[in-house]
């Protein structure tokens, strides 16, 4: 079964411009987290996607955006980079059960962007 | 809000040697999760093992288990017979149990290295 695939795995932008990272989530999953991972702030929640629908929201400016689309695939946009966004990008998935209950994410390798 | 705290930033270890890594976490909820993921230099983050609050059973995952007291709000993980290959970054995490809240809250990380 493939895991949580992310691209790209690199990415350089010149301060100013905006990004787009995507995320394909595991089979099933139609839960997508996405955490950004700094030395500075460690691992930091962004937003979570659940049925195209956005639940749950972290404490990033609005410059930070998000969206799932049908087939549970997600995509996080970052507009007008700052140097302080140079992070590494973990999107997770998860399988949520029919109760509600949780088994815990999957985490893709991450997108480690650099913005200069 | 939730807060999660690992005390240990490094520790280091002999192969062959049991290690415990200590997470403490704050919480006024009842219903969550807690989690260990481990993170090698790879960066891709891995679940290691999961703990529902309302179990008393402490969960195990062949060489990995943990100390759960909920009253003392610790989340401790064990492992025993370490192999170089458990060398990385671990991180416990808190997520609530309710549904539609499924954020993780992560600790600073404990970096672990297994001496050959």
């Known amino acids: 079964k493939a895991g949580v695939t992310q691209t790209p795995r690199y990415l350089i932008k010149t301060r100013g411009q905006q990004v787009t990272l995507s995320c394909s989530p595991i089979?099933?999953?139609?839960?997508v987290s996405w955490y950004q991972q700094t030395p500075g702030q460690g691992l930091q929640f962004l937003f979570e996607?659940?049925?195209?629908?956005?639940?749950n929201k972290g404490n990033f400016p609005g410059r930070f955006s998000g969206r799932q689309f049908s087939n549970s695939r997600s995509e996080m946009n970052v507009s007008t980079l700052e140097l302080g966004d140079s992070a590494l990008y973990l999107c997770a998935s998860s399988f949520v059960g029919g109760l509600g209950q949780s088994y815990g994410y999957t985490f893709g390798s991450g997108t480690r962007l650099t913005v200069v | 809000a939730q807060t999660v705290t690992q005390s240990q930033p490094e520790m280091s270890v002999q192969e062959a040697e049991t290690v415990t890594l200590s997470c403490t976490y704050d919480?006024?909820?009842?219903?969550?999760?807690l989690f260990w993921y481990k993170q090698p230099p790879s960066r891709q983050m891995i679940l290691v093992i999961r703990q529902e609050a309302y179990k008393q059973q402490n969960a195990t995952e062949n060489r990995f288990s943990v100390n759960f007291q909920k009253a003392a709000k610790s989340f401790s993980l064990k492992i025993s017979d370490s192999q170089l290959g458990d060398t990385a970054m671990y991180f416990c995490?808190?997520?609530?149990?309710?549904?539609?809240?499924?954020?993780?809250?992560f600790g600073t990380g404990t970096r672990l290295t297994i001496i050959p």
């Open positions: 996607y659940f049925s195209e629908t956005q639940r």
């Open positions: 995490a808190f997520m609530n149990g309710v549904f539609g809240n499924e954020k993780l809250t």
């Open positions: 919480t006024s909820e009842s219903n969550y999760y």
């Open positions: 089979s099933g999953h139609r839960s």
